[in-house]
T-cell receptor, first 115, second 112 residues
Framework: EPEVTQTPSHQVTQMGQEVILRCVPI?????FYWYRQILGQKVEFLVS????????KSEIFDDQFSVERPDGSNFTLKIRSTKLEDSAMYFC?????????????FGPGTRLTVL | KQEVTQIPAALSVPEGENLVLNCSFT??????LQWFRQDPGKGLTSLLL?????REQTSGRLNASLDKSSGRSTLYIAASQPGDSATYLC???????????FGAGTTVTVRA
């Protein structure tokens, strides 16, 4: 069964460094999302992406964050200058389209640890 | 702003008992609602999606109901098994929105 994949599974970085989290959405899906879950807290929406544009973003998704679809298969989240509070599990998700009957399918996550 | 609440936060039952997990949301103008399962340190597995026009959805031992007007959904898991032990998350997508708003989850332990 097709699935969303994410790499790396765990990333450790120093505060102030740039990180890029990578995702391969399900191949026929057109909508892509990033969410994050700080340990012990709710899953929070960051951004949605369609047709090479951001379609919606949350207040968390400030100028330090960016997303890109560099080729036909990858979808990336970049954090320019990481902070301690960016430590979280980051989930990529995708959906066929935005219709109400289509689920969002999530990847296994990348655990980001900022030291 | 959509607020999603799940009660109880944790539940422990003996094997074979039916599970009832509750989810409530503050804004009834929803597009759909998804139930997910999350194992410790792992990703989210989609279990069921209910569209706003539907009253319930079934998959195997799982049945989810939706009462949009009262802002509630219930996930029923029949004849629970130890393998059902996990955290179950409810997520709501509002009308004219792309994002899912999540509850904090109910952590279920099924005792053998």
């Amino acid at each position: 069964e097709p699935e969303v994949t994410q790499t790396p599974s765990h990333q450790v970085t120093q505060m102030g460094q740039e990180v890029i989290l990578r995702c391969v959405p399900i191949s026929n899906h057109l909508y892509f999302y990033w969410y994050r879950q700080i340990l012990g807290q709710k899953v929070e929406f960051l951004v949605s992406f369609y047709n090479n544009e951001i379609s919606e973003k949350s207040e968390i998704f400030d100028d330090q964050f960016s997303v890109e679809r560099p080729d036909g298969s990858n979808f990336t989240l970049k954090i320019r200058s990481t902070k301690l509070e960016d430590s979280a599990m980051y989930f990529c998700a995708s959906s066929v389209d935005s219709a109400s009957y289509n689920e969002q399918f999530f990847g296994p996550g990348t655990r980001l640890t900022v030291l | 702003k959509q607020e999603v609440t799940q009660i109880p936060a944790a539940l422990s039952v003996p094997e074979g008992e039916n599970l009832v997990l509750n989810c409530s949301f503050t804004d009834s103008a929803i597009y759909n609602l998804q139930w997910f399962r999350q194992d410790p340190g792992k990703g989210l597995t989609s279990l069921l999606l209910i569209q706003s026009s539907q009253r319930e959805q079934t998959s195997g031992r799982l049945n989810a109901s939706l009462d949009k007007s009262s802002g509630r959904s219930t996930l029923y898991i029949a004849a629970s098994q130890p393998g059902d032990s996990a955290t179950y998350l409810c997520a709501v997508r509002a009308a004219n929105d792309y994002k899912l708003s999540f509850g904090a989850g109910t952590t279920v332990t099924v005792r053998a």
